[in-house]
């Protein structure tokens, strides 16, 4: 029987990592966007704020068809052994007795939050776009209430502020000297199969 194709020490495959950077820069334009203008850089920053996100929706339905049509969601998901993880390491302890994981507690914890938040910006965001004109469609405030229209811009806003801190969360984490096999994974592809050893 002839087995999968499988690139060896192929740790994130070149479509993922071209989805991970383009999401990443898109995400940081978004936030550069929202939040220079609030410390007192003024700029025309709402056409590129919109486009950066349907630029990030289009990415996140990309990685949606990658996960889902190659990956499997198995690698991401949080067990059992997650939570004996994050207490063992709370202990001082090593998780040489869990199962080995392509992705560790910390980094399933961390995607979860950083997917929900994503998702809540887009989900927001999106209703938003009847805000503005573009040379695409003209504004139409009056297709959701004033209370509506509240509640969406403080979701948008209080996400945007969670997702700014699981970014610097993320990227002081990335540029750890003993995370370094995992940075150039991200850049190269090739890289430790498991991120928490563990029993095979
Ligand atoms: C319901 C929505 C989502 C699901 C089910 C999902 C699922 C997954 C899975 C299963 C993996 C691991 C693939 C593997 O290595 O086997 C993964 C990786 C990843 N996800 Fe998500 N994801 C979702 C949303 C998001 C969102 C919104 C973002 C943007 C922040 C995101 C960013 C990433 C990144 C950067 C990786 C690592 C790149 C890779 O090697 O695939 N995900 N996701
Ligand atoms: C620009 C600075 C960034 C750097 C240096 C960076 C670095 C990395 C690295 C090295 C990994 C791979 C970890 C592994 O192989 O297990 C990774 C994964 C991931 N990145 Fe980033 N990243 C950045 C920006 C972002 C942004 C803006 C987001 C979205 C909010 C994001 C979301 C993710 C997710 C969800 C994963 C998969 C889960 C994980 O491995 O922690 N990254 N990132």
């Known amino acids: 029987m002839t087995q999968p194709m499988r690139l060896r020490g192929v740790r994130h495959h070149l479509a993922d990592r071209l989805f991970h950077w383009g999401m990443a820069l898109t995400v940081i334009i978004l936030a550069a966007t929202a939040f220079l203008p609030v410390v007192g850089i003024r700029f025309d920053w709402v056409p590129l704020h919109w486009t950066a996100g349907v630029a990030l929706l289009l990415l996140v339905l990309f990685h949606l068809v990658r996960v889902f049509s190659t990956h499997g969601a198995r690698e991401m998901v949080p067990r059992a052994d997650d939570v004996r993880e994050i207490g063992q390491v709370m202990r001082g302890g090593t998780t040489h007795s869990l199962s080995g994981a392509k992705y560790d507690a910390f980094q399933k914890g961390f995607h979860l939050a950083a997917a929900l938040t994503v998702l809540a910006l887009l989900a927001t965001g999106l209703p938003m ?3 503005i004109d573009t040379r695409f ?10 209370t509506t229209w509240g509640m969406i811009y403080v979701m948008h806003g209080a996400a ?26 991200m850049i190269f592809g090739v890289g430790p199969e498991k991120a928490r050893k563990g029993n095979p």
């Open 129 to 131: 776009l009847a805000k």
């Open 137 to 146: 469609w003209r504004r139409d405030p009056s297709i959701l209430s004033d």
């Open 160 to 185: 945007a502020m969670v997702l700014l801190f699981l970014v610097i969360l993320h990227v002081y984490f990335a540029v750890l000297p003993e995370h370094r096999k995992f940075l150039t994974a």
